[in-house]
């Protein structure tokens, strides 16, 4: 058996995608713009991408003289405002590049006192100064609107027992910048044998330097989001040889364009099996893992509508779809478990390339749903001997009326289907199932695979 390995690390379908499927429908991402004799090659991109980023970027002055005394645990900061961390600068309603301070208290157990222990703050871009109980602890300088993790050692005479204060300024060159707007871990203070302890998710923060925003006169777009781009160097030149079938873990980078993927995505498929000259090649891929914090009320995110736009390529013929939305990780947009998800795809090849007509393949996947006094039945395919539960009940099941305000729902195994209620919905209308960036699983098949998120409200 041999394996082509064409792969790329936070890429879009689009750049895997054939230009002329991209031009015939101006609805999907159009092939790059820029003449090829402009775009350098891989060994001076870094080079001019950086001089037009210096030519535009503001340049940090340093600290005012007068704001070190910001950093000092008896400051006064209730004047500052009140903002949610992490978030952007820009999150925080201000749309400027610059200086700006955020400061937050936390309290540290008297064991710890006397001992080191390290600041965890997740990705910032682009300049940071953290300071701890009025010391600075790290500067940490980066460019290119890159976001970069700061983990900072706070030296053992700068922990103390109860009240500590912790204090960072970010220097916004261009660009977004701050703390990552999205980074789902919480922002902590560790201590090696003593475990660790959670900053607070409302800081206060104040304006050092506001400036205009900084924009760059163009910018090289990343090889692995250039439209075609991977499909040329990565693709095309193994059309000459025989495959068996494809193994697609893509999804990411387009998870904020489901509408749009919804297209592109079976586009990919159908050009890359016409190219090999065979319309019946397998294609399977795998749905997006779950991510980020969990949500305490039904809501509406973009990794769920990108999970709803990836089963619909599941309508081409021999696709088949590794669900992987009980393996994540929230903190890993990477998730290391990829025995699991090496062995769920190769299901769908044992089963349909091999022969193995008995292969479980998929766990349940939504089939009809109907209403029952105030009840909604949910039935499933792949039923792959039976529903079952993992866990006393059944969770991350939402129902709502016409009006399409979810509210959780209890809801039971019944036979090959499920009930879905909630007493407070007399006329319920919509189910919905793990909807969301990071749900909690529990509908599984007895072939131990979890049953594919879904909504009724289409």
């Known amino acids: 058996m041999g394996v082509i390995n064409s792969a790329v690390g936070s890429s879009s379908c689009e750049a895997w995608t054939p230009s002329e499927i991209l031009r015939g429908n101006t609805a999907l991402p159009q092939p790059a713009s820029i003449p090829p004799e402009e775009y350098p090659d891989w060994k001076t991109y870094d080079f001019v991408q950086k001089q037009i980023y210096e030519a535009a970027a503001h340049k940090d002055p340093g600290i005012k003289p007068e704001c070190l005394a910001w950093a000092a645990p008896e400051y006064d900061v209730s004047a500052w405002k009140d903002v949610a961390v992490p978030g952007s600068i820009e999150s925080c309603g201000l749309n400027i590049d610059g200086a700006v301070w955020f400061r937050t208290e936390v309290e540290l157990p008297a064991a710890w006192a006397g001992r080191s222990a390290h600041l965890y703050l997740g990705p910032i871009t682009q300049n940071s100064v953290a300071f701890v109980n009025g010391a600075e602890i790290a500067r940490t300088e980066n460019n290119l609107r890159q976001w970069v993790f700061r983990t900072h050692e706070i030296p053992r005479q700068l922990v103390k027992a109860g009240r500590n204060v912790v204090v960072v300024r970010i220097f916004n060159e261009i660009g977004q910048g701050g703390f990552h707007p999205s980074y789902p871990a919480p922002l902590r203070i560790h201590q090696d044998g003593a475990g660790e302890v959670m900053l607070p998710k409302i800081w206060k923060c104040k304006v050092e330097l506001g400036l205009e925003p900084a924009k760059m006169a163009r910018e090289l777009p990343l090889g692995y989001h250039v439209p075609s781009a991977l499909f040329n160097a990565m693709i095309a030149p193994f059309t000459q040889f025989p495959v068996r079938g494809f193994l697609w873990y893509q999804g990411e980078s387009n998870a904020g364009r489901w509408e749009q993927h919804t297209i592109l995505f079976p586009a990919m498929i159908t050009s890359w099996r016409k190219l090999w000259g065979d319309d019946t090649l397998p294609f399977y891929f795998v749905q997006l893992a779950s991510?980020?914090?969990?949500?305490?009320?039904?809501?509406?995110?973009?990794?769920?509508?990108?999970?709803?736009?990836?089963?619909?390529?599941?309508?081409?013929?021999?696709?088949?779809?590794?669900?992987?939305?009980?393996?994540?990780?929230?903190?890993?947009?990477?998730?290391?478990?990829?025995?699991?998800?090496?062995?769920?795809?190769?299901?769908?090849?044992?089963?349909?390339?091999?022969?193995?007509?008995?292969?479980?393949?998929?766990?349940?996947?939504?089939?009809?749903?109907?209403?029952?006094?105030?009840?909604?039945?949910?039935?499933?395919?792949?039923?792959?001997?039976?529903?079952?539960?993992k866990g006393a009940e059944l969770k991350r099941f939402a129902i709502a009326g016409p009006d399409k305000a979810f509210l959780w729902a209890k809801a039971k195994i019944d036979g090959d289907s499920v009930l879905v209620w909630n007493e407070k919905i007399s006329d319920p209308a919509f189910v919905r199932y793990a909807w969301a960036s990071n749900p909690e699983c529990s509908l599984f098949n007895a072939a131990g695979l979890p049953a594919v998120p879904f909504r009724t409200d289409k």
């Not at 736009?309 to 994540?328: C, F």
């Not at 022969?355 to 039945?377: C, H, K, L, M, Y």
């Open 291 to 389: 991510y980020q914090a969990r949500r305490e009320e039904p809501c509406d995110e973009a990794w769920a509508f990108m999970r709803e736009s990836q089963a619909k390529a599941l309508d081409l013929p021999n696709t088949g779809m590794a669900v992987a939305i009980d393996i994540g990780d929230a903190t890993n947009v990477h998730p290391k478990n990829k025995q699991d998800v090496g062995k769920r795809l190769a299901l769908w090849a044992k089963r349909d390339c091999y022969g193995d007509t008995g292969t479980v393949v998929s766990g349940p996947q939504f089939a009809s749903s109907a209403v029952e006094g105030n009840r909604i039945r949910i039935r499933f395919s792949h039923i792959g001997g039976g529903l079952e539960s």
